[in-house]
């Protein structure tokens, strides 16, 4: 998505480690103007498919998942993190490897807010090694549900998780996917 | 605001403990129905202010934040969480209270997200003490702000923390108030 890659080029910080800094337009703070753009963009890539629901991860997932799901009108569902394995049998989880906190932790959703037979978008904000999006792909297939694709708002495609993704047959929509940051200098895929 | 008490009433748990349970359209699992009609009407209810942003603290309040910064047209922040006092001198913070889990945590923005002489537009999913609005009120005045108001999706009135900054001079505009909900009977203020 253009603007969202002139967004990046104009606003985004390299810092050491690849670390993408976006927090001024994506994260910490917000640009609606681009957040609006960004689902109707996921809404047409989409189009083709039948959405039930729209599944993020708190708390970065939530802005993006929340204005997507405004733009295809169904409801929005998020998994909760848990520093451990705390988690009752009302829900269903999934432990994520954090690289950037370097702990694993629990996600998990409410047996109620999951249905079989579901169609289910999941959404989140960075794509990077795909641990998050594979949580929550684990989490639709335990509640019985159908993952009809993933979006992302910044998939980090040298890290190979968005690629893997596909390569196992998922629709994956990364609306910018950076190839290199290399001397800090962003190249994205065409 | 009528569909959100209609809402409450037909979907809402009442717990031991005064504890009003809405995760099934307005918290864990969202519905982006009333999600867009609760942010039309703040943004009705705001009108004659002029908003340059809108502030909410993670994660429960992002969904709603998001949906009533996409309708003002205005960049969303929202405020993270810390367990104890860790935050640098590079953020906004202010200590809260939580009565839910019995701690104080400390809430923090970056500085670079918040400028003097801003008109801030502060919500949050549920006022009931106030305490997070108070600690959101202190961040805001802390950057030199200006606080536009505060909107929440639920006030518990008899916890009198909407009142009290009321008495203060805040306009404060919650879309349902629940004035008692003894013996599990939810009574709205008129």
């Known amino acids: 998505m253009k ?3 002139e967004k990046i080029l104009s606003e985004a910080e390299v810092l050491p480690g690849d670390v993408l800094k976006v927090g001024s337009f994506l994260n910490q703070q917000i640009d609606t103007v681009i957040l609006k753009q960004m689902a109707e963009e996921v809404k047409r890539l989409f ?3 039948k959405v039930d629901k729209v599944l993020t991860v708190e708390a970065s997932g939530i802005a993006f998942a929340t204005a ?4 295809l009108k ?3 569902v998020f998994a909760k993190k848990h520093a451990s394995a705390n988690v009752s049998g009302e829900q269903y989880s999934a ?3 954090s690289f950037t906190h370097k702990k694993t932790y629990e996600i998990a959703v409410s047996k109620a807010y999951l249905s079989a037979g579901e169609r289910v978008l999941i959404a989140d904000d960075f794509l990077a090694n795909g641990n998050a999006l594979k949580g929550l792909i684990s989490i639709v297939k335990e509640a019985g549900g159908i993952v009809a694709g993933c979006c992302t708002e910044i998939e980090k495609g040298f890290q190979g998780g968005g690629d893997a993704l596909r390569a196992e047959g998922y629709k994956v929509e990364s609306l910018a996917i950076v190839e290199s940051m290399e001397n800090g200098i962003l190249k994205f895929r065409p």
Not at 68 to 71: D, K, S
């Open 3 to 5: 603007a969202l890659e």
């Open 47 to 49: 189009a083709g498919e």
């Open 68 to 71: 997507v799901a405004l733009e």
């Open 74 to 76: 169904v409801p929005m």
């Open 95 to 97: 432990p994520v490897y």
